[in-house]
């Protein structure tokens, strides 16, 4: 009797956690179906948006004429219209750069873009950021600050890009601050950012941050920063190799960034080093120096008392004779 229950019982559970599991997967059948259902439907929206905003945007941006008559914009059409608005604004310069900023209080983007900031969804933060950088908004300059210091490396560089565009000098100082904790930025990105702010309006800044890194941080940066500008990666490696003559993780960053060719002789006594990528990354840099020829490397690997060092010098007059 107790067994005939028993088996009842756990017939029962079993059919019951069959029929638990056919709803769990239906249930999930009919959340993919809605979720791929919304997206069809945004696609179509979007593309909508661009086919219709795509080339008058255009029109606004680069006739002299008073632009076209212009339609309105439905609540779910903004954010795709916003980014392309910003999309056409990260192609643009000068009086073009006017004419789109012109339609932002009819579409009200600079109150909209105020309260995107404070959105929990990345993508649409981002969008915001990039349109009160557009538009110039000194009076966001808080809330963007705000954004600088953001755990998300995007919505920080972003951030920093909006800074830029309203004010590069006042802005540069807080950004330098934030590079040097922020190895995630994009590299290539950052280094257009600062060439569209000014070489000028960064380059002390830029000075000031890389020497007072701690030591460690600093190789990293090195090409970065020759990347931006080459004069100043070299004369800021030439003054980390004055300053960290012992430091063999800078040594090797910076002798690939120096290209002051009056150091050369100096430059020439790392080929006794005993750290390899030090001698390998030597051989490269002495034939990127400022007006180096294999006549010039013979005269210093002539010079040269230790064995080791002139091998090292012979190798690099070869590739100058090869290259």
């Not at 019951?16 to 993919?32: F, G, K, N, P, Y």
């Not at 259902?37 to 948006?49: C, F, G, K, N, T």
């Not at 004429?65 to 219209?81: D, M, N, V």
């Not at 040594?251 to 002789?265: D, F, G, H, K, R």
Request: net charge neutral.
């Amino acid at each position: 009797m107790a067994s005939n229950i028993g088996s009842e019982l756990i017939v029962t559970i079993a059919w019951r956690s069959a029929e638990v599991a056919a709803l769990a997967a239906a249930l999930m059948m009919l959340i993919a179906l809605f979720v791929r259902q919304h997206i069809r439907r945004e696609d179509r929206l979007r593309a909508r948006v661009v086919d219709t905003w795509r080339p008058l945007l255009t029109r606004v941006a680069i006739e002299e004429a008073k632009p076209p008559s212009l339609p309105p914009i439905r609540r779910r059409e903004l954010p795709y219209f916003m980014e392309e608005w910003n999309a056409l604004q990260d192609s643009l310069r000068g009086v073009s750069v006017e004419r789109l900023n012109a339609l932002a209080p009819r579409y009200g983007l600079n109150a909209i873009a105020r309260r995107g900031l404070q959105s929990r969804n990345i993508g649409g933060r981002i969008l915001a950021i990039r349109t009160l950088g557009h538009l110039r908004d000194a009076s966001a300059w808080k809330e963007l600050q705000d954004q600088l210091t953001s755990s998300n490396a995007l919505v920080s560089f972003y951030a920093a890009a909006a800074l830029v565009l309203i004010d590069a000098t006042r802005a540069m100082p807080s950004i330098m601050n934030q590079l040097a904790e922020r190895e995630s930025w994009p590299g290539e990105a950052m280094a257009r950012l600062l060439v569209d702010a000014g070489t000028d309006i960064a380059r002390e800044p830029i000075r000031a941050l890389m020497l007072s890194l701690a030591p460690d941080k600093v190789p990293a940066l090195l090409p970065w920063l020759s990347h931006v500008d080459a004069v100043l990666g070299s004369d800021v490696a030439t003054e980390l190799l004055h300053r960290n003559p012992d430091h063999q993780e800078i040594a090797a960053a910076a002798l690939l960034v120096v290209q002051e060719p009056s150091l050369l002789n100096e430059l020439a006594s790392f080929a006794s080093s005993a750290n390899a990528h030090i001698r390998e990354n030597l051989a490269q840099a002495l034939l990127k120096l400022r007006g180096m020829d294999s006549n010039r490397l013979e005269a210093v690997r002539a010079s040269l008392s230790d064995p080791y060092a002139r091998d090292m010098l012979e190798q690099a007059c070869a590739e100058a004779a090869l290259a």
